[in-house]
């Protein structure tokens, strides 16, 4: 019943690189939240962006927006190994936040 | 400052027992979330409430689950009945916004619900 689907599932990548994950939902929502979660600090709120705004920067973190094929994508840039998580995209629709599956990244070292 | 705390943060019922999981939201916060994730998946959410008022409870999957925050602080998630299809991570989350403008909310570390 999760509405966001991200793309890839799963993401392996050397310390330094750049990921890139890609999140798409079904219905409309207000605006477009990215979450990350991992053992040490649970799910963690990294970057809201608006339904009216197609890009928003937060250190290394870059995330766009296209209402018209509703999609979004969340870039982190130069990765470090404490990267590694689950990073969900969640849309906000009346009271429920929806969340995707989420994809899993792990950066080595 | 102090963050949303839940407790137990681990509980194994045996099949048929009736559990009851507590989130202690930021002080302050007027919304309260309760999620439940399975293992590999994103949180899906069960209920909300706005001070003490449930105003969605859409989410709770069966009439065994219950929740209450009877002071608009506090809130408890009351599971009857355990089957093992509830064996799940129990997700909190408080966030100082109301209704639809929730934006960033603040999640507890969780509990873990095993049932056998």
């Known amino acids: 019943s999760q509405q966001g689907e991200e793309d890839p599932q799963a993401l392996s990548i050397q310390e330094g690189e750049n990921a890139t994950m890609n999140c798409s939902y079904k219905?409309?929502?207000?605006?477009l939240q990215w979450y990350r979660q991992n053992s040490g600090r649970g799910l963690v709120h990294l970057i809201l962006i608006r339904s009216n705004e197609r890009e928003k920067h937060s250190g290394r973190l870059r995330v766009t927006l296209d209402t018209s094929k509703k999609s979004s994508s969340l870039l982190i840039t130069a990765s470090r190994a404490a990267d590694t998580a689950s990073y969900f995209c969640a849309g906000l629709r009346g009271f429920k936040t929806i969340f995707g599956a989420g994809t899993r990244l792990f950066v080595k070292a | 400052g102090a963050g949303v705390s839940q407790s137990p943060r681990y509980k194994v019922a045996k099949r048929g027992q009736d559990v009851a999981l507590r989130c202690d939201p930021i002080?302050?916060?007027?919304?309260l979330f309760w999620y439940q994730q399975a293992l590999g998946q994103g949180p899906e959410f069960l209920t909300y409430?706005?001070?003490?008022?449930?105003?969605?409870k859409s989410g709770l999957p069966s009439d065994r689950f219950f929740a209450e925050r009877p002071e608009g602080s506090v809130s408890t998630l009351k599971i009857q009945r355990t089957q093992q299809e509830d064996s799940a991570v129990y997700l909190c989350?408080?966030?100082?916004?109301?209704?639809?403008?929730?934006?960033?909310?603040?999640f507890g570390p969780g509990t873990r619900l095993t049932v056998t």
């Open positions: 409430f706005q001070n003490e008022a449930q105003l969605d």
């Open positions: 219905t409309s929502i207000n605006n």
């Open positions: 002080s302050g916060h007027v919304s």
């Open positions: 989350a408080s966030s100082p916004f109301e209704g639809t403008t929730i934006y960033e909310q603040y």
